[in-house]
């Protein structure tokens, strides 16, 4: 993408009218020719690997043949099918970066993004689900989570349990850290209190990350990120009616004196404002607006549902992604990308043919 940006930069400068004058023209080269050469170690985002074209290729098949069949039926009902989420998890698309410790297929946020992507040609709803539980949800606990707590939540979330990322509110949206949800310290455990809007995947998710101020007094600097389960009392209440994207589960949750083992927090008291931000925040806008083309084919009802903040897209780009693709660990990365996929195309392979796009 940003080689291609600059070779049109520098076929403009090309055809620079005359009327404009040498001079005017060569400046515009040379700058053209500045951006090439600062961008000339970037690997194209156009140009995947083998294994990130055998993943695209899995992970398309996958779509069109098991999700494809069932979008009119679940777009129509509201409700994801539970076999597209466990089938999912059998893929390994609920664990791309996780590590292959963790059961995860250790891959990179580029091939979470050309997965996302491929969902959303068939199903935006499971494309959604998809991305929050990876993006979002996988993220905070790879980089903020303590080892004993990547140890006990990133398998669950890779083979078998969705997760949830509870942020919004109905007076806190763009405003984040103006969340109202509290959080009290009593013996070994916290007690939250208050409710969240808006959370996707919450009718089928079991785990949750829970943004709550622990001391309003510090402000933003008291939110803290916890990490609970349905089965310790979280309210899932009312579902949003959509006008797109109507598969995926957007609701409203209560916490009522929800109590929460104290070694549940993640990335530290009063840390939650770096964990919801500088994490999950920047990789949704990331991957919304890498992998989200609109209109799809096969919806009829799409809808622009999520407002994104569209100036955090470059910086995004240079500081994120680029890096994870140069990095000195992608080709022990891709090997093991390479062994998952080429055994789960091997098995993707006997379902059907993919179609043309
Ligand atoms: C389908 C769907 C799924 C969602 N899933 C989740 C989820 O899983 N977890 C979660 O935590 N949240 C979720 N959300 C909530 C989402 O993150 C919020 O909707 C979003 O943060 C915006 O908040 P808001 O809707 O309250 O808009 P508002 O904050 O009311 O903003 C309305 C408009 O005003 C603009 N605006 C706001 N403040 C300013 C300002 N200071 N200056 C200039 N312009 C401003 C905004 O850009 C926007 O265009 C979801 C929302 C939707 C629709």
Same mark, same amino acid.
């Given at each position: *993408?940003?080689?291609?940006?600059?070779?049109?930069?520098?076929?403009a400068?090309?055809?620079?009218?005359r009327?404009?004058?040498?001079?005017?023209?060569?400046r515009?080269?040379?700058?053209?020719?500045?951006?090439?050469?600062?961008?000339a170690?970037? =690997?194209s985002l156009? &140009?995947f690997?083998?294994?990130e074209q !055998?993943?695209r290729?899995?992970?398309r098949?996958f779509?069109?043949?098991?999700v494809?069949p069932?979008?009119?039926?679940?777009?129509?009902?509201?409700? *994801?099918? =539970?076999?597209?989420?466990?089938?999912?998890?059998?893929?390994?698309? !609920?664990?791309?970066?996780?590590?292959?410790?963790?059961?995860?297929?250790?891959?990179?946020?580029?091939?979470a993004?050309?997965?996302?992507?491929?969902?959303? +040609?068939? $199903? =935006?709803?499971?494309?959604?689900l998809c991305?929050v539980h990876?993006?979002?949800?996988?993220?905070? #606990?790879?980089?903020?989570?303590?080892?004993?707590?990547? $140890?006990?939540?990133?398998?669950?979330?890779?083979?078998?349990?969705?997760?949830?990322?509870?942020?919004?509110?109905?007076?806190?949206?763009s405003?984040?850290?103006?969340l109202?949800?509290?959080?009290?310290?009593?013996?070994?455990?916290?007690?939250?209190n208050?409710?969240?809007?808006?959370? &996707?995947?919450?009718?089928?998710?079991?785990?949750?990350?829970?943004?709550?101020?622990?001391?309003?007094?510090?402000g933003?600097?008291?939110?803290?990120?916890?990490?609970?389960?349905k089965?310790?009392g #979280?309210q899932?209440?009312?579902?949003?009616q959509?006008?797109?994207i109507?598969?995926?589960?957007?609701?409203?949750?209560?916490f009522?004196?929800?109590?929460?083992?104290a070694?549940?927090?993640?990335?530290g008291?009063?840390?939650?404002?770096?964990?919801c931000?500088f994490?999950?925040?920047? @990789?949704?806008?990331?991957?919304?607006?890498?992998?989200? %083309?609109?209109?799809?084919?096969?919806?009829?009802?799409?809808?622009?549902?999520?407002?994104?903040?569209?100036?955090?897209?470059?910086?995004? %780009?240079?500081?994120?992604?680029?890096?994870?693709?140069?990095n000195?660990?992608?080709?022990?990365?891709?090997?093991?990308?390479? %062994?998952v996929? @080429?055994?789960k195309s +091997? @098995?993707?392979?006997? #379902?059907?043919? =993919?179609? $043309?796009?």
């Amino acid at each position: *993408m940003l080689r291609n940006i600059a070779l049109q930069a520098s076929k403009a400068a090309r055809f620079v009218p005359r009327s404009t004058g040498v001079l005017h023209s060569a400046r515009a080269f040379s700058a053209s020719t500045a951006v090439l050469n600062e961008h000339a170690s970037l =690997p194209s985002l156009h &140009t995947f690997t083998e294994e990130e074209q !055998m993943l695209r290729d899995a992970v398309r098949k996958f779509a069109t043949d098991v999700v494809g069949p069932k979008v009119r039926e679940m777009d129509e009902n509201e409700m *994801m099918d =539970p076999s597209v989420i466990s089938g999912l998890f059998e893929q390994g698309l !609920m664990g791309i970066e996780t590590s292959a410790d963790h059961n995860g297929a250790e891959s990179s946020f580029t091939s979470a993004i050309i997965a996302i992507e491929e969902l959303a +040609r068939i $199903d =935006p709803s499971v494309s959604v689900l998809c991305d929050v539980h990876n993006t979002l949800v996988n993220t905070v #606990i790879r980089k903020y989570g303590t080892k004993e707590q990547q $140890d006990k939540w990133l398998p669950q979330l890779a083979e078998s349990k969705l997760g949830s990322f509870c942020l919004s509110e109905s007076a806190s949206g763009s405003d984040a850290f103006a969340l109202q949800t509290r959080a009290r310290k009593e013996g070994d455990s916290w007690i939250l209190n208050g409710s969240k809007m808006w959370i &996707t995947n919450s009718w089928e998710a079991e785990v949750f990350l829970i943004f709550a101020n622990v001391d309003p007094s510090k402000g933003y600097k008291g939110i803290t990120c916890f990490v609970a389960t349905k089965d310790m009392g #979280i309210q899932i209440a009312k579902k949003e009616q959509k006008l797109g994207i109507r598969a995926s589960s957007t609701c409203t949750l209560n916490f009522d004196d929800l109590k929460i083992p104290a070694e549940n927090v993640i990335g530290g008291e009063g840390k939650g404002y770096k964990v919801c931000f500088f994490t999950s925040r920047l @990789r949704i806008v990331l991957t919304y607006h890498v992998s989200h %083309r609109w209109p799809l084919k096969s919806s009829t009802k799409v809808a622009s549902v999520l407002p994104l903040k569209c100036s955090a897209l470059p910086r995004a %780009r240079s500081t994120k992604l680029s890096p994870t693709r140069t990095n000195a660990n992608n080709s022990a990365n891709r090997s093991a990308l390479s %062994r998952v996929w @080429r055994s789960k195309s +091997r @098995r993707l392979r006997s #379902i059907s043919k =993919p179609h $043309d796009y």
